[in-house]
């Protein structure tokens, strides 16, 4: 077991070595740098103070030099300072989770809560018009484009009830009343696309489970059928929903550019999409990486968890 | 198929399945209402692209002064009205979205023709060679994977600026690695089958047997993403378009539609939902029909 952590672990290296080439090469070849994207409208900019702040950012030096620096300090623990605000690039990163991670929670927590249930009565009632229903509202809420509901959110209870949610997000544990009606609807917005991941899951493993030869077992002791799901194919069909939900966790944190767009939450995502706009090449670089890496160590994780849930699975 | 074995593969092939794979399709489709309404969007989508220039009542890029944000059904200087209303710049809406169905089905086919033909050729290169190729290839894409598709599609975007050939060019890219999966896994099983060691021994050099011997059986399953993608393909040039990155104006694209009706939603929220509605229909009829193929053709899931 600890031997397959660890070679596990080994492995994440290469991955997120790519991932640090990928970004590094990629907002490089954007054109324009942080400085001219800092510097529009400003005319009377010297040339030599432009040369100034280039060599006080290392952006004089060729690129692979600029390269090594960067990654000799991301193998220590320092990943440089935003070209931006000037802040440590970590501490930008730290600042903007507690959003991201209430985002991430609630949306799981309600996307989670609707689509088992439905899940699972899809898979029982197969074919019938509860099925197709079920089915349906999977698919549309996988083809609804979350800005479409996100801004339906907004727009039909102020057209309606004359409701707005308070303006400038509140901190949770300040005024967790004000924070909730504004994360509220940011939070079906994205539970919706889980929701339908979830659903679809839940079904097709649930529906493989009523297959197996246990079941039938079960059902030819004479148990009722719903007595059969409730006690034996609910506990073998949830492993791969608990696994995908695992994985959805460790992609949200990363943050959801578009929700965080609309509501205008300063999160995760807001932060890589102005990294990205404003060419700050160092932030962008430290997001990209700090997001794959936990991406990668939540499916870890859940490689890991599966082998508790699941006994037939051993790691050697 | 030039080899005996591989003329007995198929056979074998064909006689445990249906004997005619286009009656079949039909057969089932008619068999799943979800499947039906699927291909009716579907179909509908592609006349209205094909024939914008017939039925649009407006020319989608003439800005008629003075009617801005003009109400649906308001009378318009030419003798049909403003059927779904004006935009903010007094342009027929109707008329753009009839327009936008070429945006978003041209974007959805070719994005998704660069995603699997790119994800098809680098799987079957990294499955058929193996060994070091293997390696470093699906470190590259695992690396890729690792990166959100969104802020992989936007920083390509940034790099390579906004036109309509570089949203489909952005989101074929970030597509590549989930053809690149189910293709290598495909053919580490295909490489080993009876044909591949017949050809080989004839004489054919790996090129050959990539081309004509791997290619042809996984068809099928990159048909089945490829449809399943395109619905994913227009909700992200539809998100893209949302962020100011996707195909630039004028041109009609429904996420830009609704991206810039947004400002107006709460006095003018006609502008929004027109263009929201078909938006969602449409990635709703291709996800529906990605769902039918991989159900009709994929025979370890038909009777599910």
Not at chain 1, 33 to 53: C, W
Not at chain 1, 111 to 133: C, E, H, R
Not at chain 2, 68 to 75: D, E, K, N
Not at chain 2, 227 to 250: D, K, N, Q, R
Request: aromatic share 8%; charged share 15%.
């Amino acid at each position: 077991m600890l031997g397959y952590i660890l070679r596990r672990l080994l492995l994440t290296i290469p991955v997120l070595w790519g991932v640090s080439l990928i970004v590094f090469i990629a907002i490089r070849m954007v054109p324009g740098d942080v400085i001219l994207a800092k510097m529009q409208g400003e005319f009377s900019t010297k040339p030599e103070q432009i040369a100034q702040m280039r060599h006080d950012l290392g952006l004089d030096v060729p690129g692979y030099v600029q390269y090594i620096r960067w990654i000799s300090g991301v193998v220590r623990g320092d990943f440089g300072v935003s070209m931006n605000t000037f802040r440590p690039v970590l501490s930008e990163i730290v600042g903007r989770l507690s959003i991201t991670a209430e985002l991430a929670i609630l949306s799981l927590f309600f996307g989670t809560l609707i689509a088992v249930p439905i899940g699972v009565m899809s898979a029982v009632f197969q074919d019938s018009w509860i099925d197709y229903l079920g089915r349906l509202l999977a698919m549309l809420a996988l083809s609804v484009p979350s800005f479409v509901i996100a801004t339906s959110l907004i727009l039909f209870p102020s057209l309606w009830w004359g409701y707005f949610p308070p303006l400038g997000l509140a901190p949770f544990f300040e005024r967790p009343l004000e924070n909730l009606q504004q994360v509220i609807p940011a939070t079906i917005a994205l539970g919706a696309i889980l929701a339908g991941q979830i659903m679809r899951l839940t079904r097709s493993s649930v529906l493989e489970v009523l297959r197996s030869d246990f079941v039938r077992t079960a059902r030819a002791k004479g148990l009722r059928d719903l007595l059969v799901v409730w006690r034996h194919v609910l506990k073998a069909a949830l492993i791969p929903v608990v696994t995908l939900i695992g994985s959805d966790f460790g992609r949200l944190l990363g943050g959801t550019v578009i929700i965080e767009a609309i509501f205008a939450f300063p999160g995760m995502g807001l932060l890589t999409l102005t990294a990205i706009q404003l060419r700050d090449y160092t932030q962008l670089q430290g997001n990209v990486l700090f997001i794959a890496a936990v991406f990668v160590m939540f499916n870890l994780l859940v490689d890991l968890l599966y082998g508790v849930l699941d006994p037939r699975i051993r790691y050697s | 198929m030039s080899t005996p074995a591989a003329v007995a593969d198929v056979q074998i092939v064909t006689a445990g399945r249906v004997k005619r794979p286009g009656h079949d399709l039909l057969a089932q489709a008619r068999r799943r209402p979800l499947a039906m309404v699927a291909f009716a969007v579907i179909a509908v989508v592609i006349l209205v692209a094909a024939l914008a220039d017939v039925i649009a009542p407006h020319d989608p890029y003439r800005i008629y002064f003075g009617k801005t944000l003009a109400l649906p059904g308001a009378a318009s200087p030419t003798n049909v009205p403003f059927i779904l209303g004006a935009d903010e710049s007094g342009r027929d809406i109707l008329s753009r979205i009839l327009y936008g169905a070429r945006v978003s089905l041209w974007v959805g086919l070719l994005s998704v023709s660069v995603g699997t033909v790119g994800g098809a050729m680098i799987g079957i290169l990294s499955g058929f060679r193996g060994g070091k190729v293997d390696l470093i290839l699906q470190r590259f894409m695992d690396s890729q994977q690792a990166i959100p598709s969104l802020v992989l599609a936007l920083l390509l975007m940034a790099v390579l600026g906004s036109s309509i050939w570089n949203v489909i060019l952005a989101i074929g890219i970030v597509q590549i690695p989930y053809t690149n999966r189910v293709v290598r896994s495909a053919v580490l099983s295909i490489k080993e089958e009876t044909y591949v060691d017949a050809a080989r021994v004839v004489g054919c050099t790996d090129l050959a047997i990539m081309a004509r011997h791997v290619m042809p059986n996984v068809l099928a399953p990159v048909i089945i993403i490829g449809t399943s993608g395109l619905g994913g393909a227009i909700l992200t040039e539809a998100y893209l378009s949302f962020l100011g990155l996707g195909v630039p104006p004028p041109a009609a694209s429904w996420g830009g539609m609704v991206s810039i009706a947004r400002q107006y939603m709460l006095t003018e929220p006609h502008l929004m939902i027109a263009p929201a509605v078909t938006l969602s229909l449409t990635v709703l009829g291709w996800n529906l029909a990605g769902d039918a193929l991989r159900d009709i053709l994929d025979p370890r899931l038909r009777h599910r």
